[in-house]
Each structure stands twice: as C-alpha cells, then as structure tokens.
C-alpha cells in the first residue's frame, strides 16, 4: 500500500537543496555539497588544534648585544584611520605619534571568542573615528570610541557555528572587504554593515587582505594568489605556487609597492612579486633554502617595503630582498614575530621569544639585542610575545599572558610594564596618538 506524500515536505526539501544566501551571487551549491565542504572544514581544524608545532632550538634567537652606537630616529607622525592591516599597502609603520599609555579610556569586552583555535587574532581597524573588529564566530563590530556598538554583522548560517572563524578585513573606497578561513569574501558598508556582495570562493582564505586599483589581493590555503574586482568579488587573474601539506591558521603576508607591484609569502616559503595588472611573476624565490625540513610549519612576519628593498623574516631569519630583480640584498639568523619596523636607517623588531632588536637597514648587523621578558617575575618570563608598534620612540610589545612591556627605541633597554589581564593575541595598533590593544577574550582596550 502506497503512503501518501505530504507536499510540504517536498517543498522544505527543495527549499534545502536549493538554498542561496544570495540570489544573484550563489555563494550556495546546494545542501549536500555545503554540509560536506563544513565536516571537512571541522576535520582540518581539528588536525591543526591537536598539532604540536615544534621548531629546533638552533632556529630560537638568545643573544643579548649591548647597543655601544647612537640611534636616531624620525619624529613621530600621527595617523587618524587605521584602514587595512598593516596600516598602509606596504606595511610600513615607522615611529607613530602617540601621547601617552598611562591613561586607560576604554576597557569593553565585543563579541565572543570562545573557540581559541588560533593564537594569532586581527587586530582591529578605525575609520571615521569608529573601531571595526571581529570575534572567532564571524561577527564584525562597529563600535564607538566609548566601545558602545553601532551595528553588528554575520554572514554565516547556523550550520557553520561550530567552525572557527578568522577574519581579515580593509577598508578601500568607503567598503569593508573581508575575507576567512572558511572561502568567503563579501564587502559591507562601514555606516551600516549592510551586505553588498558576496561570493564563494571554495578555498579557505589564508593571507591578510590588501586592496589596490580596485583589486582584491588574497592568497587561499592552495596558495593560490589571486586579485578580484572590488566592484562584484569576481576573479580578474590567480597564479600558482607550491602547496603546503599542513594547513597553518597564521595569516600569510602580501604588500604592495606604490607602483603596484605585488609582494607575496606562501606557506611553502616562496617570495614572490606580481604584476597587480595581470598578474604575471617577475621573480619568485624560496625563503627557506634546500636544506629545510619544516616548511609545513612555516611562520613569517609581514613583508614590508621601503623604496627598492623588501624586508621579511621567516622562522629562520629575516632578509633584505631587491624589489627589483629579488637578489637577496642580506640575511641575518634572527627572525620577527610580527611586522619589523623600519625608521632612518635601522630596523626594529622583537622577536617570538622576547628578544627587542635593532638591526641595520643596509647591512643586516645586529646593533642591538636585549631579552625584555626578564623584566617580568619568575614563571611569568614563560609566555612568547604576539605583537610589538613603534609610539613616540618606544616599542610597545605585547605578550600572550596579557603584559605591555615599554621598551626603549634609542637604548634598547626596558622601561616598564603593565598587566593587561587577558591574553592578548593580536598586534597593538596607534590612531590619533592612543594605543589599542585587542585581547583572546574580545576585549578592546584603550590606552592615552
């Protein structure tokens, strides 16, 4: 005896399997298909939360220099946005005003990061005098300088609630382009976080975001580069490098020169410089040399670029490149955990295990090394440092148990620090001449 079919329930099914999020993107494929792109998504994180990323100690910097020269430095400039990480399109900081860190304004807990996959977060951007940030569920904020919220936006459906989320984000032409570890890239307006694309990418997302000539320039976890148009997220050109068998959660680099040549860091170690137009390689070298056996561990600061010179540290050293052809202008084994700064002639940096260093910009000599952590009370010494900024003359670093520890630029020597409280697993940013410090528990923190 046939049973009598319910026509609702068809039509729920074909509501399923033909779900789009947007109709005139179809960033859906369908409800089989999406289901399994996220158990493959949850398997990866998983492999990579259990992971345990070990590095040979004759890679660990732990060399104390006194400095025995004069440094000089320019005077400080204030900004007043923070628009893309990096600060600007080639990830130069130099010596940014700020007033002052002895005054705390604002302490407001945004969001909530509860997945605690990565150890590196995205520091915040500020645009208009409002801050845009965003926890590991895939919100972003837009919040005030009190740390009261405007708006509020996520894009994901309840199905990718347990997936991690690390989003990079810019804002180019009064848009914010954002792009994740899951494969989607969509632009929303920075006044109302309305949605005005979206796409589908596949691949899961693993560089910092830059826009330039109204490209979108991304790196995916294949280690594709690929440039879109800001205008609809549609692909205008991608290349090809060696893959990685490990999947990091660490954003890969990429800058850009004022010309528009593109500078890029794969997971497999390659450096490689691209014209923005079309997309085709002028250079492309390895970073790590035939003799590395960790490229599926591969750490790297920031690139950055200043006149013909590319400086950029892997987890081996950190290097000067020629913008121009690629020859290798120095290498020195000391490497940056996060963005080195350049100011006159010198580049300062601090390194994963507390080592502030002041090297040469032309010759790659270390000047200048001083282990800041010891300032730090006993057990307290065993934590790494996540983020440093130049402020006025002084590094400011930050460590993943939650501490600010001042150093300063011209003796290289600790001045003095501060407990936070939460661990903090992003970079400082400065705007306006105060310092922002965004920590593992969604708490933003302001400081003049």
Same mark, same amino acid.
């Given at each position: 005896?046939?049973?009598?079919?319910?026509?609702?329930?068809?039509?729920?099914?074909?509501?399923?399997?033909?779900?789009?999020?947007?109709?005139?993107?179809?960033?859906?494929?369908?409800?089989?298909?999406?289901?399994?792109?996220?158990?493959?998504?949850?398997?990866?994180?998983?492999?990579?939360?259990?992971?345990?990323?070990?590095?040979?100690?004759?890679?660990?910097?732990?060399?104390?220099?006194?400095?025995?020269?004069?440094?000089?430095?320019?005077?400080?400039?204030?900004?007043?946005?923070?628009?893309?990480?990096?600060?600007?399109?080639?990830?130069?900081?130099?010596?940014?005003?700020?007033?002052?860190?002895?005054?705390?304004?604002?302490?407001?807990?945004?969001?909530?990061?509860?997945?605690?996959?990565?150890?590196?977060?995205?520091?915040?951007?500020?645009?208009?005098?409002?801050?845009?940030?965003?926890?590991?569920?895939?919100?972003?904020?837009?919040?005030?300088?009190?740390?009261?919220?405007?708006?509020?936006?996520?894009?994901?459906?309840?199905?990718?609630?347990?997936?991690?989320?690390?989003?990079?984000?810019?804002?180019?032409?009064?848009?914010?382009?954002?792009?994740?570890?899951?494969?989607?890239?969509?632009?929303?307006?920075?006044?109302?976080?309305?949605?005005?694309? &979206?796409?589908?990418?596949?691949?899961?997302?693993?560089?910092?975001?830059?826009?330039?000539?109204?490209?979108?320039?991304?790196?995916?976890?294949?280690?594709?580069?690929?440039?879109?148009?800001?205008?609809?997220?549609?692909?205008?050109?991608?290349?090809?490098?060696?893959?990685?068998? &490990?999947?990091?959660?660490?954003?890969?680099?990429?800058?850009?020169?004022?010309?528009?040549?593109?500078?890029?860091?794969?997971?497999?170690?390659?450096?490689?410089?691209?014209?923005?137009?079309?997309?085709?390689?002028?250079?492309?070298?390895?970073?790590?040399?035939?003799?590395?056996?960790?490229?599926?561990?591969?750490?790297?600061?920031?690139?950055? &670029?200043?006149?013909?010179?590319?400086?950029?540290?892997?987890?081996?050293?950190?290097?000067?490149?020629?913008?121009?052809?690629?020859?290798?202008?120095?290498?020195?084994?000391?490497?940056?955990?996060?963005?080195?700064?350049?100011?006159?002639?010198?580049?300062?940096?601090?390194?994963?295990?507390?080592?502030?260093?002041?090297?040469?910009?032309?010759?790659?000599?270390?000047?200048?090394?001083?282990?800041?952590?010891?300032?730090?009370?006993?057990?307290?010494?065993?934590?790494?440092?996540?983020?440093?900024?130049?402020?006025?003359?002084?590094?400011?670093?930050?460590?993943?148990?939650?501490?600010?520890?001042?150093?300063?630029?011209?003796?290289?020597?600790?001045?003095?620090?501060?407990?936070?409280?939460?661990?903090?697993?992003?970079?400082?940013?400065?705007?306006?001449?105060?310092?922002?410090?965004?920590?593992?528990?969604?708490?933003?923190?302001?400081?003049?």
């Amino acid at each position: 005896m046939n049973k009598k079919k319910n026509p609702i329930f068809f039509l729920v099914l074909i509501l399923l399997v033909n779900c789009s999020f947007d109709t005139k993107t179809g960033i859906w494929s369908g409800a089989e298909g999406e289901m399994k792109r996220i158990i493959e998504l949850e398997k990866e994180q998983l492999k990579n939360k259990n992971i345990k990323k070990i590095y040979s100690s004759k890679n660990i910097y732990y060399i104390e220099k006194a400095l025995t020269g004069k440094i000089t430095l320019s005077q400080p400039k204030k900004n007043l946005s923070w628009e893309m990480p990096g600060l600007n399109n080639q990830n130069f900081l130099g010596n940014i005003y700020l007033s002052s860190v002895d005054n705390k304004f604002l302490k407001k807990k945004i969001g909530k990061n509860k997945l605690s996959l990565s150890k590196i977060t995205t520091p915040p951007l500020i645009y208009k005098n409002n801050i845009f940030l965003s926890d590991d569920k895939g919100t972003i904020f837009s919040v005030d300088e009190y740390g009261d919220i405007i708006w509020k936006k996520n894009i994901y459906k309840k199905i990718y609630k347990k997936i991690y989320k690390n989003l990079t984000f810019a804002i180019y032409e009064d848009n914010i382009y954002v792009a994740d570890n899951v494969g989607f890239i969509y632009a929303i307006a920075p006044d109302s976080g309305k949605l005005i694309w &979206i796409k589908n990418h596949g691949v899961p997302l693993k560089s910092k975001i830059k826009v330039f000539d109204n490209k979108i320039f991304l790196i995916n976890q294949d280690n594709r580069l690929i440039a879109l148009s800001t205008k609809n997220g549609s692909i205008i050109w991608d290349i090809r490098s060696a893959s990685s068998f &490990i999947k990091s959660q660490n954003f890969l680099s990429l800058a850009l020169s004022k010309q528009g040549d593109v500078i890029a860091s794969t997971s497999s170690g390659d450096l490689l410089k691209v014209n923005s137009i079309n997309g085709n390689v002028d250079w492309s070298l390895n970073t790590l040399g035939i003799s590395s056996t960790t490229t599926d561990f591969f750490k790297s600061s920031d690139i950055v &670029i200043i006149n013909e010179s590319v400086v950029f540290s892997n987890h081996q050293a950190i290097f000067s490149y020629n913008l121009s052809n690629g020859y290798m202008n120095w290498r020195t084994k000391v490497s940056s955990i996060a963005t080195p700064i350049v100011d006159g002639k010198n580049i300062f940096f601090v390194t994963e295990y507390g080592y502030f260093v002041i090297i040469s910009l032309d010759t790659g000599e270390i000047i200048s090394s001083t282990n800041i952590l010891t300032i730090l009370k006993g057990n307290k010494q065993s934590t790494k440092i996540t983020g440093f900024i130049m402020g006025s003359g002084k590094i400011y670093s930050v460590t993943q148990n939650g501490y600010l520890i001042v150093s300063s630029s011209t003796s290289g020597k600790v001045e003095n620090y501060k407990k936070i409280g939460s661990p903090i697993t992003s970079a400082p940013i400065i705007n306006n001449g105060k310092l922002f410090i965004y920590t593992e528990k969604s708490r933003i923190l302001g400081f003049n």
